[in-house]
T-cell receptor
């Protein structure tokens, strides 16, 4: 049972580049979300989805896009990377919103 | 008051000690509460849910005080392997809000 699979583990981008962080879960969870974690800031919610075709903004959505075309996948797109987006990103899923979350192993992103 | 507040620590304790963390939350309508554990550079993992009546899982005890809007985590007989950051998590309207975490360092 793979759980939540997140790729890549590490990524270095130049300012202005775009990229997609992949997230997939095999637990048939309806709820999926993306967090970023910065020193001294804790985990902050970027975007979330309560089911296929439904997405919503979290606390820090600017500069990121998401889509949820299937129950399993929830990719996070950086449209034009900025140094302020240097962070560790976690994808997480749960059976429904507000329930215990299962996290992917994280992506360490550096934007130069 | 911030949504979820925790003392960042670090709490430095010797092996075998008992240590307690508190977490306060601002939304009196919150219904679900959790403690997560996060090891350095790893993903958070659920430690335990917190129920109104309090609950215990081995050396770990979690309690909820709705009147004062705080939850607590008690760790008895601390082990070296308990060294980690403990995250307090509170359910908001439809999402979970994480505290910034309390770091625990257990020394021999």
């Amino acid at each position: 049972n793979a759980g939540v699979t997140q790729t890549p583990k590490f990524q270095v981008l130049k300012t202005g580049q775009s990229m997609t962080l992949q997230c997939a879960q095999d637990m048939n969870h309806e709820y999926m979300s993306w967090y970023r974690q910065d020193p001294g800031m804790g985990l902050r919610l970027i975007h979330y989805s309560v089911g296929a075709g439904i997405t919503d903004q979290g606390e820090v959505p600017n500069g990121y896009n998401v889509s949820r075309s299937t129950t399993e996948d929830f990719p996070l797109r950086l449209l034009s990377a900025a140094p302020s987006q240097t962070s560790v990103y976690f994808c997480a899923s749960s059976y429904s919103s507000g329930e215990k979350l299962f996290f992917g192993s994280g992506t360490q992103l550096s934007v130069l | 008051r911030k949504e979820v507040e925790q003392d960042p620590g670090p709490f430095n304790v010797p092996e075998g000690a008992t240590v307690a963390f508190n977490c306060t939350y601002s939304n009196s309508a919150s219904q679900s509460f959790f403690w997560y554990r996060q090891d350095c550079r790893k993903e958070p993992k659920l430690l335990m849910s917190v129920y109104s009546s309090g609950n215990e899982d081995g050396r770990f005890t979690a309690q909820l005080n709705r009147a004062s809007q705080y939850i607590s985590l008690l760790i008895r007989d601390s082990k070296l392997s308990d060294s980690a950051t403990y995250l307090c998590v509170v359910r908001g309207y439809s999402t979970l809000t994480f505290g910034k975490g309390t770091m625990l360092l257990v020394s021999p």
